[in-house]
């Protein structure tokens, strides 16, 4: 039977009085919750640092990847064309070019394929010829008297040479291109 007192109903619990065996409303987190809670954010943090290690490298795989695929682009279009294409390479990124009518002149080719390609935001570039390192800062006289770097010649060789990407203080990648033009990644580093 249920019965009514002068008391108020918030502390009615299913019709009775309050007395000893009576609950009474808990607020706030028990040490148990907020355990949990903290568990969990501790394990997206880490899955969050793992992911931008990992990313670091993945830019670097895919710079190196883009070369790479270029320089085999240039190459079977100097075996092709049966002239020797170039590969200038700056601070910045890289592009393709090809000479020009007079001799000692280089230029563009024109094609969308060969454009200048630029590094992504952060990654450096070193180039290495016969473990000698190449100065890649901006070179002196007009933009057609800059000679390439490396040379990609109409037999199918090229100019061996390593491209060294890096994220400072990140990672790091060498790529090494032999005479044939075939590219391996000699040394591949996370910090």
Not at 97 to 122: A, M, N, Y
Request: one cysteine or more; a positive charge.
């Amino acid at each position: 039977m249920m019965w009514a007192t002068g008391i108020s109903s918030s502390f009615l619990v299913c019709g009775q009085a309050p007395g000893p065996l009576t609950t009474v409303r808990r607020r706030g987190f028990t040490l148990i919750e907020l355990l949990i809670v903290m568990l969990i954010i501790s394990v997206m943090i880490g899955a969050a640092t793992m992911t931008l290690k990992r990313d670091y490298r993945d830019l670097l795989v895919t710079e190196a990847n883009r070369l790479k695929a270029l320089v085999a682009l240039g190459r079977d279009e100097a075996l092709f064309q049966a002239r020797t294409v170039g590969l200038r390479f700056s601070d910045s990124g890289y592009e393709f070019v090809i000479r020009g009518e007079r001799p000692g002149v280089w230029r563009s080719p024109g094609d969308r394929q060969f454009r200048s390609r630029q590094l992504t935001k952060g990654v450096q570039l070193e180039l290495f010829r016969q473990q000698v390192a190449i100065d890649l800062g901006d070179d002196a006289g007009g933009e057609g008297n800059k000679s390439p770097h490396v040379f990609l010649l109409p037999g199918g060789e090229i100019t061996p040479f390593q491209a060294v990407f890096s994220y400072p203080a990140k990672a790091r990648l060498e790529l090494s291109f032999d005479a044939l033009g075939q590219a391996t990644v000699v040394s591949s580093e996370e910090f």
